[in-house]
């Protein structure tokens, strides 16, 4: 399906004690151009990304942007330390014997003791992190995909319908290009007639003559050529193919056979047309650098 270099995708989820978020975002751009903002703690998921990225994207300027933030205590885990807690109780109960006190330590008493609790970060599960961000990254890739493909929809028909208008054009040159022929044959008879002084023409010559002009004007190869140009043009638009760059290259085609109509022409309707034309042809242009 075709597809706009254009689109945006956002995915958002809580998975194992992680907030998670993900966008991704593309502008036209000749080749395929990868950018991440990734947290540097994550800096091992930019490569996954990016071939992620690559297996839906061939064109664009694409930036991915991971947010990444734990939620409060599911990133830690309490330690003790036995060996401070058992001095601390020794030396309590060694106090106690000595001063005759009864011995009531109890662990609500260990609680206030400094030093047995320790608060540390628990170690970064790489594989999971990585499962949970390609999860979402895959869901917003999906999004993003979806809108290109919307977009390319609204893409295409502005193509057709500008090739279409190209193709009414181009039926009229066709239907001009004889009588400009005819018309020269009758100026140039008419020419010869005044030089001569209404004397004996020479039909042969003017026949000739004509046939020489015809020639040079004449656009059947241009005209079929960009028929060609325009058929081509629409079957690329069925592909489910990225086109993007063989599009550009017919629409020079296109705009070459148009030209060479131009010079060719002999005739101020036709030339108004070939004007008309190459105007459809750069607004395509336009249209088709966004596609990719």
């Known amino acids: 399906m075709l597809r706009s270099m254009t689109g945006y995708g956002r995915a958002q989820n809580i998975l194992n004690g992680r907030d998670i978020l993900v966008e991704i975002r ?25 071939s992620l990225l690559k297996s839906s994207v061939s064109r664009g300027k694409i930036e991915i942007s991971v947010t990444i933030n734990n939620i409060e205590g599911k990133d830690t885990v309490i ?27 109890s662990l609500s008493n260990l609680i206030r003791i400094p030093d047995i609790f320790s608060v540390q970060k628990a170690p970064d599960d790489e594989e999971q992190i990585w499962e949970d961000v390609r999860h979402t990254a895959s869901e917003a890739l999906g999004r993003f995909v979806e809108m290109r493909e919307a977009e390319g929809i609204r893409l295409k028909a502005d193509v057709i319908a500008k090739t279409e208008t190209i193709l009414a054009d181009v039926a009229k040159v066709e239907e001009l290009s004889p009588g400009t022929v005819e018309a020269y044959r009758n100026r140039l008879s008419q020419k010869l007639a005044e030089v001569l002084e209404n004397k004996n023409i020479d039909e042969q010559r003017i026949l000739t003559e004509a046939a020489v002009f015809a020639e040079k004007i004449a656009v059947d190869e241009e005209t079929v050529r960009l028929r060609s140009h325009i058929s081509q043009l629409g079957a690329m638009l069925e592909s489910q193919e990225a086109v993007g760059r063989k599009l550009d290259f017919i629409v020079q085609e296109m ?14 309707d036709i030339t108004k047309l070939v004007v008309n034309m190459k105007a459809e042809i750069e607004k395509i242009r336009e249209q088709i650098q966004n596609i990719e």
């Open 26 to 50: 593309s502008v036209n751009h000749r080749y395929y151009e990868y950018s991440s903002r990734i947290p540097r703690t994550y800096a091992y998921l930019d490569e996954k990304l990016k």
């Open 255 to 268: 705009n070459r056979e148009v030209n060479t109509i131009g010079s060719k022409a002999q005739d101020l």
């Open 79 to 105: 330690a003790v330390n036995k060996s401070i807690a058992e001095g601390y109780v020794s030396a309590l109960r060694e106090v106690g014997a000595e001063l005759g006190l009864t011995d009531d330590i």
